[in-house]
């Protein structure tokens, strides 16, 4: 499986390639003020993944705002979690020769064709937020981004407190919420906390069902509601995401049980709707996952397009918070 720390490399099937950014939605909005160094202007190309979730909104608004700050100017293209989407539009931005491309990733592979394609013509590569599998390391420059295998281990230690906390006594049977399949984020937190799983709980925590929710609340409400139909037993619920997990919690509302109580529920991210959930007693512990990269991705930007060295992987600050710190937390939270 992917290992952030090496790269891992390995074969990738290519997208086809398709017309200019199809249905993707991109926008240009560029500032009045100059570059850092008083040079020409910095055309920055960033290709999000999509509008999936809270956390999603917060790190476009982060990435926008801090171009404009910056000075940059910024073509903005929205890939509505398609990958031939992003695919397009990275190629958009190679036509367009832009300084710099940023992206992140929607899935971890497929991308060794249209990145050679902007080594070719020497624009370098920044990711951002996900990571990517290639079969050569020269394709990107950095990532900057979090610790998704961490989020993983911290979301299993942070179950060990919550359940201990609830008095809980016997098997813990989890039904796990994926994100998008074949996003770092996915496979990464999946990873981590089975590790954890695997190392401490082998005989008393089984992951009974795991299904994607595709990162959004739709999804999270959907597939809560076919597990409690196949597996009416689940007593804790361990979700990608906040999102997923405010969907379940409708689900598990109309089949009649108390989330929180009845299902105890760990969520990663930490967006503003997670943090109400668990003030209100539904959620009872959230992994954090900082989605304000904009600044940081400004200024290796800015250090990418001096020729700087910059580190591979630029890793985010994240805390852990249990229900009895949602309300205290909430008013400070950013996101
Ligand atoms: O956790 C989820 C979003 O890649 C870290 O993507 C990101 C994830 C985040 O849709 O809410």
Redesign the pocket.
């Known amino acids: 499986m992917l290992n952030r720390r090496n790269f891992l490399t390995a074969a990738v099937g290519v997208a086809a390639a398709t017309g200019l950014a199809a249905c993707a939605k991109e926008d240009d909005s560029s500032s009045t003020s100059s570059s850092g160094g008083g040079g020409k202007k910095i055309t920055l190309g960033f290709s999000q993944?999509g509008s999936?979730?809270g956390?999603?909104t917060a790190n476009t608004d982060s990435v926008k705002s801090a171009a404009k700050e910056a000075g940059y100017s910024l073509k903005f293209s929205d890939a509505q979690q398609k990958q031939e989407n992003q695919i397009s539009a990275i190629r958009s931005f190679i036509a367009q020769k832009v300084d710099v491309i940023a992206f992140?990733p929607v899935v971890v592979t497929g991308w060794d064709a249209v990145l050679k394609e902007a080594k070719a013509k020497k624009i370098p590569v920044v990711l951002t937020?996900?990571s990517v599998e290639t079969s050569d390391d020269s394709l990107f420059v950095t990532l900057v981004g979090?610790d998704f295998t961490d989020e993983g281990r911290r979301a299993a230690k942070i179950l060990e407190k919550v359940l201990e906390k609830a008095g809980h006594k016997g098997n813990v049977k989890i039904a796990q919420l994926e994100?998008t399949t074949g996003?770092a984020?996915a496979i990464e937190r999946a990873k981590g906390f089975k590790e954890v799983m695997d190392a401490d709980h082998k005989d008393d925590w089984k992951i009974v069902v795991s299904q994607t929710g595709d990162?959004t609340r739709a999804g999270g409400k959907q597939v809560m509601a076919a597990f409690l139909q196949s597996n009416p037993d689940i007593n804790v619920l361990f979700a990608?995401?906040d999102?997923m997990a405010i969907g379940a919690i409708q689900s598990i509302e109309a089949a009649g049980k108390k989330p929180g109580k009845d299902i105890l529920i760990v969520s990663?991210?930490g967006v503003k709707d997670g943090f109400v959930a668990m003030s209100e007693g539904k959620i009872n512990a959230i992994v954090e996952?900082n989605p304000l990269l904009g600044p940081q991705l400004m200024e290796v930007v800015q250090k990418v397009k001096d020729g700087e060295t910059v580190e591979r992987w630029i890793k985010t600050k994240e805390s852990d918070f249990m229900q009895d710190q949602a309300k205290d937390a909430l008013p400070t939270r950013k996101y």
Request: with cysteine.
């Open positions: 993944v999936e979730s956390w999603r992140s937020d996900r979090s994100g996003a984020p990162f990608h995401n999102d990663i991210d996952c």
